[in-house]
C-alpha cells in the first residue's frame, strides 16, 4: 500500500492548508443593504407605458396600444401580420377572432397539439417597464408554461394597469 501512504499524506497537507487559511480569515464586515425601495409613481403611468415601449422596441419586440374596445381588431391585425391561423389561448381569456382557429388551453393541449399552433395569446400578471419584462405566473390569464414557450409567436395582452416602473414594484 505504498500509494495509498502518499494519497493519505496528500490529504492532511490539503486540509492543513484549509485549516490555516480559516483560521487566518478577520471578521467578515457588515454589508450595507441599500436595496432600492418601490417607487412611488402609479402602476400603468404614461410615463412607464412609454418606457416600456421603448424597452420592447429595444428587444425586438412589438407594442400596439388599443382601448379595450379595439383589442379584438389589434389581435386580428397582429395574427393576420405573423400570418398566423392556429392559436392557443390562455382559459382566462375571452377572446373570438374571426379567420382564426382558436384553441383553449383548459383542459391542457397535449404536447403534439401546442407543436402545430402557430401562435398563443395570454395576458400576464404583471410587467416592469424599467426591464420590458412581462411576468407570467401560470394563473388563468398567464397560462401555463408550456403554452408560452411551445409556439414560435406568443402575443401577450399586457393591461396598462399591469406595468409597474421597477423590480422592486413588482416584488411589492
Given at each position: 500500500?505504498?500509494?495509498?501512504?502518499?494519497?493519505?499524506?496528500?490529504?492532511?497537507?490539503?486540509?492543513?492548508?484549509?485549516?490555516?487559511?480559516v483560521a487566518?480569515?478577520?471578521?467578515?464586515?457588515?454589508?450595507?443593504?441599500?436595496?432600492?425601495?418601490?417607487?412611488?409613481?402609479?402602476?400603468?403611468?404614461?410615463?412607464?407605458?412609454?418606457?416600456?415601449?421603448?424597452?420592447?422596441?429595444?428587444y425586438?419586440?412589438?407594442?400596439?396600444r388599443?382601448?379595450?374596445?379595439?383589442?379584438?381588431?389589434?389581435?386580428?391585425?397582429?395574427l393576420?401580420?405573423?400570418?398566423?391561423v392556429?392559436?392557443?389561448?390562455?382559459?382566462?381569456?375571452?377572446?373570438?377572432?374571426d379567420?382564426?382557429?382558436?384553441?383553449?388551453?383548459?383542459?391542457?393541449?397535449?404536447?403534439?397539439?401546442?407543436?402545430?399552433l402557430?401562435g398563443?395569446?395570454?395576458?400576464?400578471?404583471?410587467?416592469?417597464?424599467?426591464t420590458?419584462?412581462?411576468?407570467?405566473?401560470?394563473?388563468?390569464?398567464?397560462?401555463?408554461?408550456?403554452?408560452?414557450?411551445?409556439?414560435?409567436?406568443?402575443?401577450?395582452?399586457?393591461?396598462?394597469?399591469?406595468?409597474?416602473?421597477?423590480?422592486?414594484?413588482?416584488?411589492?
Amino acid at each position: 500500500m505504498v500509494g495509498g501512504a502518499a494519497v493519505s499524506g496528500s490529504r492532511e497537507q490539503i486540509l492543513a492548508r484549509a485549516r490555516a487559511a480559516v483560521a487566518a480569515q478577520r471578521e467578515v464586515p457588515e454589508v450595507a443593504r441599500k436595496y432600492r425601495q418601490a417607487s412611488s409613481e402609479a402602476a400603468g403611468a404614461p410615463s412607464l407605458l412609454d418606457l416600456f415601449d421603448q424597452r420592447l422596441h429595444h428587444y425586438g419586440a412589438r407594442l400596439r396600444r388599443t382601448r379595450a374596445d379595439g383589442l379584438t381588431a389589434v389581435v386580428q391585425a397582429a395574427l393576420r401580420d405573423n400570418l398566423t391561423v392556429r392559436v392557443g389561448r390562455a382559459p382566462s381569456l375571452d377572446l373570438s377572432l374571426d379567420e382564426t382557429e382558436l384553441l383553449v388551453d383548459d383542459p391542457p393541449l397535449e404536447v403534439g397539439e401546442l407543436e402545430l399552433l402557430d401562435g398563443v395569446i395570454t395576458g400576464c400578471a404583471l410587467a416592469i417597464a424599467e426591464t420590458g419584462t412581462i411576468v407570467l405566473d401560470g394563473g388563468a390569464r398567464s397560462g401555463r408554461r408550456a403554452l408560452s414557450l411551445v409556439p414560435d409567436l406568443h402575443l401577450c395582452i399586457v393591461e396598462a394597469c399591469d406595468v409597474l416602473a421597477s423590480v422592486p414594484d413588482a416584488i411589492a
